[in-house]
Structure formats: structure tokens, C-alpha cells
């Protein structure tokens, strides 16, 4: 484990959230007439030279994404902050923000110094208070010292940072999804066209991004982009916060460059698997496609390997799955989860998700059939493509891998049923005396 | 849903022709519109359940899947929010076995919590899930009773019926007009988007999430708008019905006269499903230049009173209209037919005779929706057929001998003012009901209603639009008003057609038109302001 | 029959009664949940005069201006707004409902649509102490339902109820984002995996067991009359204007020059037997770009690209000159770009057949 340059990890148990102690680490040093003599075209050309990449799942190009911002539309722009981190499994967010919150201030106005943003929102999930305590305390202090509010450091540009409390959809960490719950709707995503980028929150051009996105600027900043892009692989730069839960030694979060090896991941920062043997890792939260023990050995944690093996990388939310496990059950849970969290707008995603759940109920209590996990990889290939965001494909993607590669485990709990060869019957549905 | 959903984009006549590839083969549709109307254009149906022409788009419902050729290959999207490009290449279920699996899955999913009561249903005949299901449906049922069902339903409402299974609220009171059923509901938020978008009160919201879904309006507040019983048009399903017509009559019994409301100079167009010879209902119908898709509650409803209290059928001679000056005045509903049988009197009369027209009720203001606010429904055709105001001959009501009253029910509509007409000696009211003008009269002569006569009107967007007849005149002995007229005049009209003819004589905006040339959207006069 | 034909025979001879059926207005049908029996039960609501003046406060009406001057419409402060209600309430009534959405200016059937489709508003009165355990993947991984099991046991309830002194509510909910840590909960709205030195405090790499459940408890009942308070918005921040138009916000829009004008990046040449080949990358709002050649120590015009070209040529241009270019945007002229010499054109790589 070779010790890795800490981009977003540096100040942790530091004592960050005081601003005098942020500075003293070299905190707000970007603040600076360098950055207030770049023009925006240049932080932005920056940015891309820095290959950074969005971090919160999808993993778009940041520079990109903010070349889209129109500049001249005589809208403002926002700058949103994701950190709905609500994904089984995904906790970096929750952490930087508790023990840096500074570092997202100084991003957030390097990033608003390049869109020519007057506003930014930080969208924190209602769960995470203390995060939000944190921030607000940093705000204080940052506004009493000056970085936000009108004339920043004696230029003109003037920005405004607010913290926005959700309340309990997991949905809205879809970018669509977040402004609409921003503008004080239900989160559901937005169809598209148009894109954030173009008309977002309140029909303006707005960018959303995530919390390690940004908490990655005053570090690129601070040094050469070239030297960020080296760390990563060609097509991504930079290092990741992983995060390691499940059946390892010390689960948490580590701060690694982008193409490390799996199992360095799980045995050198995370301390092995505990309990039993490796089963299965998730590598990229719960809605991605689960590798088996075999498929761990040859896996590197980036965007490109791990999309060749038909996972995802994700927001680097490894979750370690030891052979103790059933992942029947554990699709049940993923069952649960996502027919709660459902917006309720797309047809197959509202009530296909909660029968995907209930039929996995029926295998879970020992009341399956032989036929249901082919039901269930059926109904799980309607969810393919068809709806607004992919909160839908989270669980049919899961359904079909998971039958797929463990498809032992399934029939286990389907043999349990002393009943399970007999055909299901259509039995006299009579129906009730209300209709 | 977003509050910044757009109203789709309708194909007109003008819309630009553009070539796009459907399943492999070129058909020119038109350019400006969304993909599920072009298609439409081009007799291809694609099914949906939320999209409404007149309604912002949701997409939410994800039955009008079509495949589109794109860089990445061949992808699925929604046909309702596709905007149509030229040389796009688009595959249906006619080529495409994914589309058809897609559209199948989806069907499969909106029913997997929708309960299988058609055969008390009051929407099962004219049901869009019927309909797609014979489509697209799947149709040997996978489902199993122990899987169950999670009906949508406010928890308020929720109850355990005799099979132990969960319920959703049936035949919830949602307001004075609109019976809700929770279960039926498949969240497609039509009636959402209309009561906010169309008419600007959001009294419902759908409530919840995932499949714990339910239309809802606030507690303790109804569901009250002068429109709220569109929504039970726009609903596709059996969810929202209206109290007036539950249970009936099932809708595939009934017949569909098209029509035109006269309640209003706006002219709503409207379709009346009837019966063994009564209305049972008044929908709304289609008329994107007019009332798109939108009825008032005050025309859909004055149907309940088309057959009450209904003057006979008075087999009269010409009555003796005297030697003094003749006062003939035309009722709002008078249509086009009956004011050339006006004039045909007035020409027989000679000088002594003077026709107005109108009413002395107040104007209001056009609501935007499917109202003009003038009771006055052929105020635009009286002009055209050169009737002076009805006020002009208040004013001067004293010079009359004798007053003969067409479907104008001036004492009931101000009963002070028309206190002079009381000193009129002769005073002759034609009209269907025996309302305060036909009790005050000398001689009453019970007429045809307006939903009983074919004829024309023109609205106050100066639209020639027809009437058809209904076939539920309660005495057939009962004449059109234009007939009875004639008949004074000394030369009796036998039809609509030839009354018609005479309209074209009178008024010269209309000279040459045949009932077939008029679409059943109406036919816009030009420079038709006399 | 009908009243109108009875009106109809005294003068009509020969009338065709048509309606044999009379209309009827349909009898109001039984609730069924009246004759079955509710799933669930009533919530009572407190009276609406009550609710509306617990939030005649100051402090509320402060705090309510505060957050609609950071939105540039009302209704971006609901969610907001409706914490403040539940922060009253410890839950949110139907009326606290509509005076949110009165206060953000939207419907309040809207207002009903948010308040319900997030879970984290409760629409029934919990629990002092909300217990909150995640029963999402990672901690099912490491054994999250035998601990809810066992809490069960502990205080004698199911998820989702209340026990009968009113202390305690149990709620299975989706991932708390502390992964790491578990099993995981929340005591009301500090994460919790065990008391040390009479805190909660959820510590790396400690997760929640039998045991500091037990204590965890203890710890809430010995603490019911010193609940750790927090402000449901997590605080206030001084010092903002607004968003700029909000009502009541002081906050001026941003100057459009706030930053100088962008130079031309990346500028390249590359010299051969034409002349000497620049290329750059041009920032959108380049309104007027200079190409000048190094002359001695003095810098001279060689031409005038358009904005949108990709490249520029100079025909006298060979191997060694030195060029910059100066982009103008608007009215305002950007600094100079970075000096390029030219080098070498490589010779086109002829494919291999």
C-alpha cells in the first residue's frame, strides 16, 4: 500500500471546522489574486485539464459539464451541491462535510468564480444534521471573514452559499430530482431535455455537483492540473474516497488514486474480510452488479475496468459480502429499499419494484416457487431503458445479476417451500365485496 | 410532476410536411409536433395513458414507447415528449419485438395494482387500459395471489375487506360533483395537471410516493371549480367518475349526438350521449380552435333540465298581429335557421315590423377555458342577420302593439324591466319551456329545444359551427322555432336545408355554404363582422 | 312520471310518454372502511387556532423572512418551512401544513404533496427519543435486523410504534449514509453507536451492539428533561443578503465583468513550407481575435482570425518565430495569451497499406 497524496482526506481529525485552523493548513490560500485574475474560461479550461471527474456516480467529466453552463443567458446560474448521499452503502459526503467543511466553501467559490455563479445551494439530506450544523457554522465564519458576500477580497464578485435541509427521498440525489425538491416540489426527476446545464432551478442554468467534486478544487487549484490528472488513470484523474463497509476489519473511508486494485482496497486499507470468505463485493453501491470472489482478483477500482466487467464504479462504495450471506436476502433488502424510495412517477418503476419486493418476500419466507426467479428476471428486463431516471434499473440490474450469478442461493430458499416443484394456480380469485 | 412541463405542440393544417422513417419505410408527417401526434397524423395509433393533448406533457406513464435510431444505437423513448426531427428513424411494435415486449411490460406493471372490476366499472368501455390492453396486454396473467396487491389508497381510507387483503378508499367523496375510487387510480396525474394548469386552482395532489401513491385533495377541502368535472374526462380510468352519471347507463348503449352548447356565445362543442329517447350525459367535444377539450360544469349539466318543464306543441293559425308596429325578438339560443325564419316574418310584415335580438341578462368576462361569459350564444350571428339590441327595444317598448318573444325569456331574465312589456296588448312567446314569458303571454307555442333542432350558430370567435339533432324531442309534434316562424310568414320551411339556404340569402358572409361544407370543428368566417 | 308530461297531457292529445324511468338521485353508499373497520387510525389533529399560534412566534416569523429571502421564489423555502413546523410540533399537522403553504405562497394541496412524499416529516405525534435504524444493505450485512429484533423485545413494541409512556418510537428507515459504522441509528437527530462520557457519539469504527443499545437507552431515559436540543435548520448564518430579487434579501445581482476577460489558451504553431499554422482554443465569448508576430522586442499585427475559425496561417511564417494573440470580448481587451514558437510541422504520417 503505497501512501497516496490525500486530496479531500488531508485535514481529517485536524480540527477543520474551525476556520483559523482550516488556514493554518493552508486552507482559502486559493483565494487569492490568482484565482480573481483567471477568467472564467480559464478555471474552467483548468478543470479540464485536471481530468477531474464527478463523484458521484455517473462520473461525467466536471470540466465538461460546467462548459455547458451558458454564460451570457441574462439568468443567473446555481451551483448545486448533491450531498443526498443516500445510497446503500455511500458515506464519504457525510464525513468530508462533518470534518472539512471549509474545504467545500472553497471550492464552492473557486467553482462559482468560473460559472459566474451569484448563488450556490448545498442540498443536505434531512438525516445528516450534524453536517449541517457543521456547515452553517463554517458559513458563519467564513462570511465573518469575508470570502462570501458582496465584493469578495475587494473585487466585484459577490457570492451567497445556502444550506438546504431535505427530508427523507433518495431519489433526490438525481440531479433533476434535487432541484425540483430545491424549488420546493416533490422530488421527481424531470424528463429530459432540457438539461440542468441549460434550465434547472427555476428555469435557469444550473450545475449540480457533488460534494467530493468540489472538495477537490482547492487542492487541483493549489497545484498543477497535470499533476492531479497523473494520480489517476488516463481517461480519470485524480484520487477517490472510497468507502468500505460490510464484512471487512475496519470499514470506513480511504482515500486512494483511481485503478487501485480490489483486493488492495479490501486487505491493505480495510484490514480483509472478517466472518468468512469473500462472497461477493459490490463495488459501487448497492445498485450495481455485485463481482464474485473470482472476478475481485482481476478488478481495479476505476470507471473503465469496472464498466467492462458490466458493473459500475459508482460513487466507490464498496460493499464486502462474505460467504455467511445469502443474496436472496440481500436482494430483499435491496427490494425494501427501492420500492420504498420509488418517486411514483414512472409506471414500471412504482408498482414493478414493489412486486419485484413482495414476490422476493414470498422466496425470503420460504414460500417460493420453482418459476419465481424467472418471473422476477422477466419483470426485472421491463425496467430496461423505459423510465425517467434509473432508479428502476437500480433493482432490475441487481434482480438479473444476482439470479444470474448466484443463482444457488435462490433456489436454497425456494427449497425450503416443501411445495416449491407444484406450480403456482390461479386459484378461484373471487373478489371481495367491495370492488 | 414539475411545475415547468410544456404543452405539447399539436399538428395544424400549415404544420410543415417532413419525411422521418417509420419500421424502415418514408411517410411525410407533419414537422411541428411531438412524435405521438405525427404518428397519429399517419394512422398510426400509439397507445398512452397520460399524455392529453390539451394537457401539459408528463411522460410519466411510459405506454408510448417507440424505438428511435440514435448515436448510441437503437433506444427507446417516450413518443409523447420526442419532438419530431426530420429524417428520424423510428421502429413500432409493427417491426420491433422490443417495443412490443417494452410496451407489454409496462402494461403488465399498470395493472399489476389496478383491480380487475371492469364489469362494474363505470369507465369499462370507453377505459384506456381496456383499450391498450387489447394491444399490448399481456395476456395470460402471471400474477398470483399470493403475491398480492398493494392498491393505492389514502391510509384514512384503507380498510380489510372479507378476504383479508389491504383496500384502498372506494368511492371516496372528493367533492360535490366527483366520486373518487383510490384502487382504480394509476397515477397518471391528469386531473393534477388540469386543476393547475388549466384551471389555475391546484385542489388536487398526489400524495405519497411509490406505490403508496394516492390522489388526494387538502383535508377537509373539497374538490369545487366550475370545471372539476373535466377531470373525470381526462381521468383514464374508472378513478374519478362523476356522481351525476354513476351508474346510469354503461357508456357502449349510449348514442353520441355532436353538437354545440348554446349556453354560451362560445359555443363549446359537445357530444350528446343519449339514451330511449333521454340525455344521460354531455361530454365535451374536441375542438382545439373552441374549448379544446374543456366543458363547464353549467353546460354539462343544463342538460338535467332540457326536459323539464316543456311547453306543448300548439297546433295555432298565424296569430293576428294587428295593424301596429311588430316587436320581434330573438333569444340568445335562436339559431342561425331561426333568425332568417325572423326575418322571412319581418319581411312579410313590412316596415311595421322590427327584429332584435339578445338578452337582458348581464356579459361576463371569457374565462379562458370553455367560457365567453355571454349568454347571448348567437350574439356574432344577429349581427350578421342585422338584429338590432334587445336594450334598443326595451328603451322604445311602448311604440310596440305587439311583442313575439323567440326563445327569449326577457321577464324571467328582469322581470322590472320587462314590467312594460306588460302594457304590450299582443304579446306571442315560441319557446321550449314554460318559463315566466310563455306564462305571461297571450299565446304561448311550445318549441323545440335547442339539442332537439339541427342548425347553425355563429360564436364569438366567429366560427360557423352546427347543430345536430338530438333524438329526444319529448312530442314530436313539436316544431322547430324556424318552422312555426315560417309557417307565420305564409311559407312554410320544411327542413334545416332549405332554412339554411334562406340564412345565406339574409346574410351575405354565409351565401353559398351547404350544411356539408361545414367541418364538424366548425368553419371560420371571414370578414364575417356585418 | 315526469313532471313536465304531466303538464304536457292537460294539452296534448296524443303525446308519446317517453321516460318511463324516473331520475333518481343515487343513495350515498357506506364507507366500507366504516363497515370493515380501519387499517389505520385517525390521527387526531390539535385545533387550528392552536397550531397557528404556537407559530405566531417572533423567532419563527424571523426565521421564516430569513429563508424566503434565500429563494428567488417563495415556494424554494417549503421544505424548509414545513421543518420549521415539525420543529414546533416534534410533527407536522395538517394545518401546520397550510400555514406553510400560505407562508411560501403555493397551494395547499401542493404543500400536502411534499409534506407527504418525504418520509422524514411525521404525520402523527413520536416518541421523545425517535430511534431511526437502518435496515439498508450494508448494515443488514452486518446484522442489523436481530439488533432491531432485540430492541423490539427491549422496549415491548414494533417498528413504527410508540410506547405507552410515550418515550420511545422505533422506525426501520433507509440508509443513514454512516455505512461504516454499522449498524447504525439515530437517536432524534444525532447518530449514535454508543455514550461515551454521557454523549452519543458514534465513533470510527465502533458499530452498534446489544450492549451500547442498552446503554444508549439508559442514557435516554436518564436524559428525558436535558434532551439534547438542535435547531431543526441546523443553525442560522449571518451575514448573507439573499438571493438577490428575493423578498427581503439585500443582496445585489453579480456584475457581469466581474472577472477578466478570458486570453486565447493553448496557442500552437507549427511552421512548413506555407507559412507558419496557429491553432488555440477560443472561449465563446470571443467577440474579435489579433494574431501579433515577435519583431525584435516590438510586437506587430499579422492578422485577424474570425472567432469562430480553428485555425490561422502566416504565410510568412517559418520555424522560430514567435506569436501571441490577444482575444477581445465585448468591449473590454484580455490580457495577451502565452507566446508560441513555431516548431516544426512533423511530415503527415503516410498510411500504412
Known sequence: MAECVKVCTANFGKGAQDIEVYKKLGGYANISDRLFNMSQFEVIDYVQRSNLRGRGGAGFPTGMKWSFVPRNSGKPVYIVVNADEGEGGTFKDHFLMLEDPHRLIEGLIIAAWALGSRAAYIYCRGEFLPCIESLNKALNQAYAAGYLGENIMGTKFCFDIFVHRGAGAYICGEETALINSLEGQKGQPRLKPPFPAVSGAWKSPTCVNNVETIMALPWIFSHEPEEYAKMGTPRAGGTKVFCISGDVKNPGVYEAPLGTPMMTMINDYAGGVVGGNLKAVLPGGSSCAPLTAEECAVATMDYECLASMKTMFGSGAMIVINDTHNMAELLNVLGNFYSHESCGQCTPCREGTGLLHRILNQIVDGKGHDGDVELMQSLSGGFGGVTICPLSISLGGPTSSYTAKFRADFDELIAKNPEHAKPRVQENYRPGIFW | MSNYYNMPKLPTENSPKVEIFVDDKAVMVPGDTNLLEALKAVGIETPHVCYHPFLPVSGNCRQCLVEQEGPRGRMLVIACYTPVAPGMKIYTPASSARVKNARKATQEFMLVNHPLDCPICDKAGECTLQENYMEAGQNESRMRPEYGKNYHGNPAHQFVDAKGQVRGGKHVDLGPRVLLDEERCVQCDRCVRFMRTIAGSEQLQLAGRADHTYITTFPGEKLDHEYDLCVTDVCPVGAMTAKYFRFQKRVWLLSHTPTVSMDDSLGANIWLDHADGRIYRVMPRCNPEVNRSWLSNTSRLAFQNFDKNRLPAMDVHTPAFGSGKVALVAGGTCTMEDLAAIRMLKDSLGDRAEIFGGSLLKVGTPDGIAMSGDPVANRAGMKLMGFADVADFMKRASEFETLVTVNADLFGEDPAASSVLEKINCRVALTPFDDATAKKATIAIGVRHWSEVQGTMVNSLNILQKLNACPVCPDEKLEPAFQVLSKFAGCKLQSAVEAFKKVGEYASALAGLTYDTIKSTGKLLEGGEA | ?353
Open chain 3, 1 to 353: 312520471m315526469r313532471e313536465h308530461i304531466q303538464g304536457a297531457v292537460q294539452f296534448v292529445a296524443n303525446n308519446r310518454l317517453k321516460f318511463d324511468r324516473p331520475v333518481e338521485p343515487i343513495p350515498a353508499l357506506p364507507d366500507p372502511a366504516e363497515t370493515f373497520g380501519h387499517v389505520h387510525k385517525a390521527v387526531p389533529q390539535p385545533p387550528t387556532q392552536e397550531v397557528l399560534a404556537k407559530l405566531d412566534t417572533p423567532e419563527i416569523k424571523e426565521r421564516c423572512a430569513d429563508l424566503l429571502s434565500r429563494y428567488p421564489v417563495g415556494q424554494g423555502a417549503l421544505l424548509e418551512v414545513l421543518w420549521l413546523v415539525q420543529g414546533v410540533f416534534g410533527w407536522v399537522p395538517t394545518e401546520g401544513i397550510r400555514w406553510a403553504a400560505k407562508v411560501c405562497g403555493c397551494a395547499p394541496a401542493h404543500a400536502l404533496g411534499v409534506a407527504t412524499f418525504y418520509t422524514m416529516y411525521n404525520h402523527a405525534p413520536k416518541g421523545k427519543f425517535l430511534l431511526q435504524f437502518c435496515r439498508n444493505i450494508s448494515c443488514a450485512i452486518k446484522g442489523a435486523q436481530p439488533l432491531i429484533k432485540y430492541v423490539e423485545n427491549k422496549l415491548g413494541i414494533k417498528s413504527g410504534e410508540t410506547t405507552a409512556d410515550g418515550m420511545f418510537t422505533i422506525l426501520q428507515v433507509e440508509c443513514l449514509g454512516s455505512c461504516g459504522n454499522g449498524p447504525m441509528m439515530l437517536v432524534n437527530d444525532d447518530f449514535a453507536t454508543d455514550v461515551v462520557d454521557g454523549q452519543l457519539k458514534m465513533k470510527r469504527g465502533t458499530t452498534l451492539t446489544e450492549a451500547s443499545i442498552d446503554r444508549i437507552i439508559d442514557w435516554c431515559k436518564a436524559h428525558v428533561n436535558d434532551m439534547p436540543k438542535h435547531d431543526v435548520l441546523g443553525g442560522t448564518v449571518k451575514g448573507h443578503g439573499g438571493h438577490p430579487g428575493a423578498p427581503g434579501a439585500t443582496a445585489k445581482p453579480q456584475v457581469a465583468d466581474y472577472a477578466p476577460p478570458s486570453p486565447v489558451l493553448n496557442v500552437k504553431a507549427e511552421a512548413d513550407e506555407n507559412g507558419a499554422t496557429l491553432t488555440w482554443k477560443g472561449a465563446p465569448e470571443f467577440t474579435k481575435l489579433v494574431v501579433e508576430k515577435k519583431n525584435g522586442s516590438k510586437w506587430a499585427a499579422v492578422g485577424e482570425p474570425g472567432v469562430k475559425d480553428k485555425a490561422f496561417v502566416d504565410a510568412s511564417g517559418k520555424v522560430g518565430d514567435v506569436y501571441r494573440m490577444i482575444a477581445t470580448s465585448g468591449e473590454r481587451t484580455a490580457k495577451p495569451s502565452k507566446e508560441a514558437t513555431a516548431t516544426q510541422k512533423p511530415a503527415p504520417v503516410e498510411e500504412a497499406k
